[in-house]
């Protein structure tokens, strides 16, 4: 059963403000519930916060969570998901401010400014026009899912671009919004509790050497992390490293089928390939980042990627592509090395030159290799970047700003 949303106590901050997201702990699966999670915990001691998101009851005082309906002939996804948002704007009237997260909530943001007359601020983790492989995911539904984020975009108070390179992509993708009301707040990271890890447990439950090298990939199943990119890359790595896949869900069976037969085919020609499949627990996260030589982010569209942040925080070299906001978080020749790539312009972001770029990551990776000491020199510069230039509760003060802006406005 939920938990009721508790009164603001005497003396606390008036504003209320409802959080609205699909993901929330303990259903998390990618960087957006990362960021909802972390943010809320830091927007407690600064407003009256109410959370709204989607799956199984929350025991967490003011949080509550919404089931999908359930629809008549197999209806889209995405019809599912607007049902739950008409729940969770209904569940918003008394709120000073409404805050969504990614398209599976905009809508309830959209919805619950125009019932309740309240501002709406949006957090952008992506853009759905510049990740038009998810038709193959969502069939029609992308085609809802591009309207209901445009709409509520357009017409939000404010909107919070997560890096630079997310709010220039905002601004051109959707030329209609006014870019003063655009806001950068980078995504933060804990570094009291993502920090290296020494302990072996999780490697040998998988199957991986801690004495060998280890280059890491962490991420979705989906063309936006540029795993096949990476997977074609692995031919040209050192042999005397493993390449450690630690794999979430694919999001459709073709990249699933794709990405298999990439791994088999590496395999018959090198062995130390490890494919972990599903999220790994934050445990044994830790010790997988610490314990890598290099992590390795092949993104082909990554607005900023806080898995970047969470190998630095481990103290491990980065090595990632520059693009999106990758280069506000991994500074290169410091923390790691960025690879350049030539983007096609049809919103794939896939690289003009696939040999090219796949060559160019193998060389960044096996430089790193190479120099295990300048690794180790990055590895704890980027531990120090993170603890100085990424913190959440910075992230929520200017949050929190933005709230009293928009209210005030």
């Known amino acids: 059963m939920n938990s009721p949303a508790p009164r603001t106590p005497p003396g606390a901050p008036a504003l209320r403000v409802d959080l609205l997201t699909k993901e929330y702990p303990p259903e998390i699966y990618g960087g957006a519930g990362v960021h909802v999670a972390e943010l809320g915990r830091e927007l407690r001691a600064l407003v009256d916060l109410r959370v709204h998101c989607f799956g199984e009851p929350r025991t967490e005082p003011g949080v509550t969570a919404y089931r999908e309906p359930v629809l008549a002939g197999g209806a889209n996804a995405a019809l599912r998901t607007l049902g739950v948002n008409v729940e969770m704007a209904a569940r918003c009237e008394g709120a000073d401010v409404v805050h969504s997260h990614t398209w599976y909530a905009n809508a309830a943001g959209h919805l619950a400014k125009t019932v309740h007359g309240v501002p709406h601020v949006v957090t952008m983790h992506s853009l759905e026009p510049l990740r038009p492989w998810k038709a193959e995911q969502l069939g029609g539904g992308y085609a809802l899912s591009s309207m209901v984020e445009r709409t509520a975009v357009e017409a939000a108070d404010a909107v919070v671009a997560v890096s630079h390179g997310m709010r220039d992509d905002i601004l051109r993708v959707y030329p209609d919004v006014d870019p003063a009301r655009v806001h950068v707040v980078h995504n933060g990271i804990d570094t009291t509790v993502q920090r290296p890890d020494h302990r072996v447990a999780a490697l040998e439950r998988y199957g991986v050497d801690p004495t060998r090298p280890i280059v890491l990939f962490v991420g979705r199943v989906t063309r936006q992390k540029g795993l096949p990119q990476l997977l074609r890359a692995a031919f040209e790595l050192d042999p005397a490293a493993q390449l450690v896949l630690c794999c979430g869900q694919p999001d459709t069976p073709e990249i699933a089928a794709e990405t298999a037969a990439l791994v088999e085919e590496l395999r018959r020609v090198r062995g130390g390939v490890v494919r972990v499949d599903g999220m790994l627990d ?56 960025l690879v350049p790539i030539e983007q096609q312009r049809d919103g794939t972001g896939a690289p003009l030159d696939e040999k090219r770029f796949a060559s160019d ?7 790193l290799l190479a120099d295990p000491a300048r690794a180790a020199a990055m590895g704890a510069a980027g531990r120090t970047r993170a603890e100085e230039r990424f913190g959440w509760q910075e992230a929520a003060r200017r949050v929190h700003a933005l709230y009293q802006e928009v209210c005030e406005a």
């Open 361 to 367: 990551l193998a060389a960044a990776v096996n430089e």
């Open 282 to 337: 934050p445990e044994s996260l830790r010790q997988f980042l610490t314990h890598a030589s290099v992590f390795v982010c092949p993104s082909l569209y990554e607005p900023m990627g806080i898995v970047n942040l969470e190998a630095m925080a481990c103290g491990t070299a980065v090595v990632a592509t520059a693009t999106g906001g990758i280069p506000e978080v991994v500074a290169d020749g410091e923390t790691g090395l």
